[in-house]
């Protein structure tokens, strides 16, 4: 039997504020097999980024255990990519020597790390842009900037936060598309936030929808949309029945 490759079981979460304590996380329970695209929804502030913070390692639950491939591991930013809501490209680097960072990290000399970059940069579309400075990239390319830089971390969890929150609808949708042409190639097991629950239904093999703080798991759906996947699903017929019934689960 294969294990999931992360596996959350009952994680708890409370923060003290100003003397008060809240609830964020109230019994979060949730799996994500190897090579699975797993999406999650939920209202903002339900605590989303909190549990991508606690799957990292930033943060420990309360109460709940967190499995990568069966085993409670405590060093578990070693065995997690995580790119959050903002790219955080440091301004002072080019493309190039902003995706090699985590290489860097790792150890590996900067020459290595330039050449492995170099060979992904058509993949990303930025072949064109390795000399660029952060400022002179639109919303898009910083994106998929931040992106490579988290693939580069040669991790088999990766963890994006609302990567396409900020975008305009045209050029999330072609992210989008862009995004699981990526996975298909590297077919890392991916959790990723969303809002907008089409880009959930286009993007994941499940969804899980979060209640409003303290989140719990409201409801698992599984997503049989064939793939590879295009634009032209979204109008389908059984695309829109998802899309009400994680509407509808949203909504209750």
Not at 18 to 38: D, I, K
Not at 97 to 123: F, M, S, W, Y
Request: hydrophobic letters at 45%.
């Amino acid at each position: 039997m294969v294990n999931p490759r992360v596996e959350l079981r009952d994680i708890c979460k409370s923060f003290s504020t100003n003397g008060q304590t809240v609830e964020v996380l109230a019994g979060v329970s949730l799996r994500a097999m190897p090579g699975e695209f797993v999406t999650i929804i939920g209202p903002s502030g339900c605590g989303k980024s909190t549990l991508f913070n606690i799957i990292v390692g930033l943060l420990e639950p309360d109460r709940g255990e967190v499995l990568l491939d069966g085993q409670a591991v405590q060093q578990r930013m070693k065995w997690v990519g995580y790119m959050p809501q903002r790219d955080l490209l440091l301004p002072w680097r080019t493309v190039l020597d902003n995706v090699i960072l985590a290489l860097e990290i790792a150890g590996v000399p900067r020459q290595e790390a330039r050449t492995e970059a170099r060979e992904l940069l058509p993949l990303f579309g930025l072949e064109n842009f390795a000399d660029y400075y952060p400022a002179a990239l639109s919303g898009g390319m910083r994106q998929r900037t931040a992106l490579l830089r988290t693939f580069l971390g040669q991790k088999d969890i990766l963890l994006l936060d609302e990567p396409f929150g900020a975008l305009d609808a045209l050029t999330r949708a072609g992210l989008q598309e862009w995004l699981l042409g990526v996975w298909a190639r590297f077919r890392q097991t991916i959790l990723f936030v969303t809002h907008d629950v089409e880009e959930a239904i286009f993007l994941g093999d499940r969804v899980y929808v979060l209640s409003p703080r303290p989140a719990r798991v409201k409801r698992e759906l599984s997503i049989p949309l064939p793939r590879p996947r295009h634009r032209a699903m979204v109008t389908a017929p059984d695309f829109a029945a998802l899309k009400w019934e994680l509407l509808a689960a949203l909504g209750d």
